[in-house]
């Protein structure tokens, strides 16, 4: 958008009076962009932790071994450490595991006399045979469980991931709304100027000439908007993750949103109001054509 777009000449100002902020434009498109930068702000940061659970447990197994490994503990941790592409291993102490499930049972749920599962946690090498490496130690251990933890976490893996498309489905719906309400601005301001703009046919300009005035008028409200809308939202954004940024950042193992992240963003104001302008146009011409 250049700046005869944006201003245009005083003949053409002079033909739709009023600045901006005087119609409900500017100020549905300040909320709109306001609510899709925040929506879109939390389905990014859904994506990237669900990247990072995603990635902590790809190469991580567990292997269970029963009635409390039986004496088999060291057997066991032996092979896991002989055994081609396992890159780490480590047991779980018995203490650990039964603090975990009294946290589940109560302290009076598990006695001393009741047997827990022995754990041991595995790192595979990126190229492993996973499926190879765990019918060789089950193969080796009788009734013991290869487990990715992958699958433990599938669960969470697939909520996450449906909030994120979730989170794309309300953007793309309050864009649908944003466009619904310039389309009835649009169609507000034609009614409002229609004896300008049956001066102008008489005077022999086209549709096109007359479609840009409402164009250029719609698009300074909105960008005006976005700008508003766009600040306040970050302004939010910055308040909302200033305090716990740190704190999300060691917990997620990485920060929520990244310098990717915040240029998607930084755009969707810019989107607004290309969205609000186009939309504008067409609703004009569209409704133009109709004027006999």
């Known amino acids: 958008m ?68 039986a004496g088999k503990l060291d057997a066991a941790l032996r092979s896991s450490r ?16 039964r603090q975990t499930l009294e946290k589940w049972l109560g302290p009076g749920g598990l006695g001393e006399d009741l047997p827990v599962p022995a754990l041991i946690h595995l790192e595979l090498a990126p190229n492993a045979d996973a499926t190879r490496i765990g019918a060789l130690l089950s193969r080796g251990m009788p009734g013991a469980r290869f487990i990715a933890e992958q699958a433990t976490v599938q669960p969470l893996l697939g909520s996450l991931r449906a909030l994120r498309w979730l989170a794309v489905a309300l953007v793309l719906l309050m864009a649908a709304a944003t466009s619904a309400a310039v389309v009835l601005a649009a169609r507000g301001a034609l ?20 479609a840009l005035l409402f164009q250029r008028k719609i698009a300074l409200d909105a960008m005006v908007g976005a700008l508003v809308g766009g600040a306040l939202a970050a302004a939010a954004l910055l308040l909302i993750g200033g305090g716990g940024l740190a704190m999300a950042s060691d917990l997620a193992g ?39």
């Open 2 to 69: 250049n700046s005869y777009f944006l201003v245009g000449t005083e003949a053409e100002r002079r033909l739709l009076p009023g600045g901006t902020l005087r119609g409900p434009t500017p100020y549905v498109i300040a909320i709109m962009t306001f609510a899709m930068m925040i929506v879109a702000a939390a389905g990014l940061a859904l994506a990237n932790a669900a990247g990072v659970v995603a990635g902590a447990v790809e190469h991580r197994y567990v292997l269970q071994l029963p009635d409390g490994g």
């Open 82 to 97: 002989l055994m081609p592409g396992v890159t780490s291993v480590e047991a779980v102490p018995e203490g650990e595991m």
């Open 191 to 210: 009614d409002t100027h229609r004896s300008t703009i049956e001066t102008m046919h008489g005077i022999g300009a086209t549709d096109e000439q007359v």
């Open 254 to 292: 990485g920060p929520p949103l990244r310098g990717g992240d915040f240029i998607l963003l930084a755009l969707l104001p810019v989107a607004a109001v290309v969205l609000a302008t186009l939309v504008a146009r067409f609703a004009v011409l569209g409704a133009l054509h109709k004027i006999v």
